[in-house]
């Protein structure tokens, strides 16, 4: 099962599992629902809401709205299930062939979004490692989107490729320029650096700018 079919999937069981519960109560429109089933749903919903379509899409958005105020009640969680359901057949008819891309940005941005708090908090070497392996995750995401082969075959052992492989593969296909293959190899020798412990030989404002241009070869270049 791919991303966007596990992503419907999950929306489904959301959908079900109201319905489940709409059949136990007495009341058509939930009255009796106890506090804490709504709690527990309007939760779940908003998480998967999120998970699915981004904190920043239009459907997170209007989530937000109607969680602002009364958030726990079952008006809101009524009308939380119908963004639900919007978000579910607008995958399930295909009006977000992105979604796989989207899932990954989102995942990766919260990454590097931790690597940025880090080094914030004077971490820089922590940092430089998350967001550098951030980095080597998406490349291998290109290459699968790209149908770059992201494994190796040494004598009768199969293993994943290195990323330095990967970022020439990738710019020899034409996935992208010469340049962003310059700017990784360097990416990757600072993340290098980090993970061996050789942390006097780069700087917290380089990890500062490793982090900002990791974030923008990932939008430019989405998996």
């Given at each position: 099962?791919?991303?966007k079919?596990?992503?419907?999937?999950?929306?489904?069981?959301?959908?079900?599992?109201l319905?489940?519960?709409?059949?136990?109560?007495?009341?058509?429109?939930?009255?009796?629902l106890?506090?804490?089933?709504v709690v527990?749903?309007?939760?779940?919903?908003?998480?998967a809401i999120?998970r699915?379509?981004g904190?920043h899409?239009?459907?997170?958005?209007?989530?937000?709205?109607?969680?602002?105020?009364?958030?726990?009640?079952?008006?809101?969680l009524e009308?939380?299930?119908?963004?639900?359901?919007s978000?579910?057949?607008d995958?399930?008819?295909?009006?977000?062939?992105?979604?796989?891309?989207?899932?990954?940005g989102?995942?990766?941005?919260?990454?590097?979004?931790?690597?940025q708090?880090l080094?914030?908090?004077g971490?820089?070497?922590?940092?430089?490692?998350?967001?550098?392996?951030?980095?080597e995750?998406?490349?291998?995401?290109?290459?699968d989107?790209?149908?770059?082969e992201?494994?190796?075959?040494?004598?009768?052992?199969?293993?994943?490729?290195?990323?330095?492989?990967?970022?020439?593969d990738?710019?020899?296909?034409?996935?992208y320029?010469?340049?962003?293959?310059k700017?990784?190899?360097?990416?990757l020798?600072?993340?290098?650096?980090?993970?061996?412990?050789?942390?006097?030989?780069?700087?917290?404002?380089?990890?500062?700018?490793?982090i900002?241009?990791?974030?923008?070869?990932?939008?430019?270049?989405?998996?």
């Open positions: 099962m791919n991303a079919d596990q992503s419907i999937k999950q929306l489904e069981n959301l959908l079900a599992e319905s489940s519960l709409r059949a136990r109560t007495r009341s058509r429109d939930l009255k009796d106890p506090g804490n089933e527990r749903l309007v939760t779940s919903a908003r998480a999120r699915i379509a904190p899409s239009a459907y997170f958005d209007q989530c937000e709205k109607l969680v602002e105020f009364a958030p726990h009640s079952v008006s809101r009308q939380l299930m119908g963004v639900v359901d978000l579910r057949d995958l399930s008819k295909g009006y977000l062939d992105s979604i796989a891309e989207l899932i990954h989102s995942i990766f941005g919260d990454y590097l979004e931790m690597a708090h080094l914030d908090e971490y820089k070497d922590a940092a430089a490692v998350i967001a550098g392996s951030t980095l995750a998406h490349l291998r995401k290109l290459c989107k790209a149908g770059v992201s494994q190796t075959q040494i004598n009768d052992e199969v293993r994943p490729k290195k990323a330095d492989q990967m970022n020439v990738l710019a020899g296909k034409g996935v320029s010469k340049l962003d293959q700017n990784v190899t360097a990416w020798d600072l993340r290098n650096k980090a993970a061996h412990g050789r942390y006097n030989e780069y700087s917290g404002s380089q990890v500062e700018l490793l900002s241009g990791i974030r923008d070869f990932i939008t430019r270049n989405p998996a």
